[in-house]
């Protein structure tokens, strides 16, 4: 009944009610009812909490690094907004927004770049939302969003105000001399989608909606639908369940594509380990991993992915197609391992592949770290095989010069941090460029990671890189989809315009 009085009394129709009241006081009671008219309606104003702001947050605990309201600000404002669509038939909504690889950014430029960053994002989304909405920090790199009630919200209006918050999350932040470059991945769910009408149903609708933009990350967005698997509870992942998923097959790697800047074809595939559990669906590697590295069994794991790697790359010579290589990641592990090279030759004979068919894919932070002659001796045993060898992630791991030359390298791939906004920020394209010149006088190819848009691709290709991987071509993808998928892109190619290089 409050919240009925509330809306009726701050609603349009309360410009005809109050001078109605005022005279009809006046004219039955002359001065005196006028008086108490006056004295009466704001006392019934005030019983309906008509003279607090609707949006607000009730005072309680704040975070310290953003100053937004928590979790349980929202599920409150949430609840408020959720009464409100029932009672007037109103609409709300709930937007999740987690930054993606936030740890990166933290291990890149430190723990109060990071917090500068949280600071800043929290600051764009209160200025993208309206003054009726309210934003919170939901966890430390997620904000929640709770929608002000407005009279009209459906899916597309939803889908443009996502789009309009990552626009503004995902501009540059200035981090003294340096500039961070973020994405940001969003879930939402409208009200009247919600499976229950508590604030709390419709946050863990959101909830399941981020989930779901978050295995399709980065700068995802995704909104909840009915059909949405619910999240398997959770359990931490044991050793055990590794092993047995190792040997089972479920841990397989997915395929991106890397194509040439110049004529457009796919020159190669990243193998890309991947879990196919049978209950939480596919579990990224951040997620098993470390696992696997603290126990001793990124050996058996780097078995597995060459073994399926090979395959589909003679798969794809029996299906006719030009694939020229294939690249697989090497663990420091692996690359200490006496018998590598040993392994290597014996799985290249037993699918009857050329050495040159296999790129081996070597962080830059392990050749920046490791005094290590063994990796060394095996980087450049392989390379000698006539392997050819990546340099992954450059210019994340502060390789030297005369370090990068002790290694048989072939190739620097192009972090995806120096990618990112590199078709809109100058300061992106000279950095690219000084790696390109960097790798031009040493004789070295190229490849940028991380195109997620046809414009970064462009201006990759007008800068001079040589090939392109990311999100623009492709997503990672089960070996069984790569037949198809090469044929239908290579199709597309007759009618795709040709992307030219600056002239230098």
Not at 21 to 27: D, R, T
Not at 111 to 137: N, P, Q, W
Not at 175 to 181: D, K
């Amino acid at each position: 009944m409050r919240l009925i009085l509330r809306q009726t009394l701050s609603g349009p129709q309360a410009l005809a009610f109050l001078p109605a009241v005022a005279l009809a006081a006046f004219w039955l009671g002359g001065e005196g009812w006028l008086l108490l008219a006056a004295l009466f309606v704001p006392a019934v104003y005030a019983v309906a909490g008509s003279f607090s702001d609707p949006g607000a947050v009730a005072d309680g605990p704040r975070d310290s690094t953003t100053g937004l309201p928590l979790r349980e600000a929202l599920v409150s404002a949430l609840d408020d907004r959720m009464d409100m669509a029932r009672v007037r038939g109103r609409a709300t909504a709930c937007f999740l927004v987690t930054l993606d690889d936030f740890d990166q950014i933290a291990d890149r430029y430190g723990f109060s770049a990071a917090e500068d960053v949280l600071a800043r994002t929290a600051e764009r989304l209160c200025s993208a939302v309206r003054g009726g909405d309210i934003v919170c920090r939901t966890g430390t790199e997620s904000f929640g969003i709770a929608l002000g009630s407005t009279a009209h919200l459906d899916l597309e209006i939803a889908i443009q105000i996502a789009a309009r918050l990552q626009s503004a999350v995902e501009e540059p932040v200035a981090l003294g001399a340096s500039v961070a470059y973020v994405s940001c991945s969003i879930g939402f769910c409208l009200g009247a989608r919600a499976p229950d009408t508590t604030g709390q149903a419709l946050l863990a609708a959101a909830e399941q909606a981020l989930a779901e933009a978050q295995r399709n990350a980065p700068s995802a967005i995704r909104a909840y639908s009915p059909d949405m698997s619910r999240p398997v509870p959770a359990r931490a992942i044991g050793l055990d369940d590794l092993a047995a998923a190792l040997e089972a097959g479920q841990i397989v790697p997915f395929f991106q594509p890397q194509v040439s800047t110049d004529t457009g074809r796919v020159t190669g595939f990243e193998a890309l380990a991947r879990w196919c559990h049978p209950e939480r669906g596919v579990v990224l590697p951040g997620q098993f991993m470390p696992l696997l590295e603290s126990h001793g069994q990124m050996g058996r794991l780097g078995e597995v992915i060459l073994t399926h790697a090979l395959r589909a790359l003679h798969g794809w010579d029996a299906a006719g197609l030009d694939v020229g290589s294939v690249g697989v990641n090497f663990s420091p592990a692996e690359l200490r391992d006496p018998k590598l090279i040993d392994k290597v030759r014996w799985q290249l004979d037993r699918f009857d592949l050329a050495p040159e068919r296999l790129t081996v894919e070597v962080l830059e932070t392990v050749i920046a770290a490791t005094p290590d002659d063994g990796v060394v001796r095996n980087v450049n045993g392989l390379a000698a095989l006539g392997c050819r060898v990546d340099l992954d992630d450059f210019g994340t791991g502060h390789a030297s010069i005369s370090a990068t030359r002790r290694f048989a390298v072939s190739r620097l791939k192009i972090d995806r941090s120096f990618v990112m906004k590199v078709d809109r920020d100058p300061e992106q394209q000279k950095m690219v460029s000084a790696i390109l010149t960097l790798a031009e006088q040493l004789g070295l190819e190229t490849l940028g990671e991380g195109a997620e848009t046809r414009g970064e691709h462009a201006m990759l290709a007008q800068l001079g890189c040589g090939h392109v991987q990311g999100f623009c071509i492709a997503r990672p993808m089960p070996v069984e989809q790569t037949v198809d998928w090469i044929r239908m892109y290579e199709a597309g190619l007759s009618t795709a315009t040709p992307i030219g290089r600056r002239a230098g």
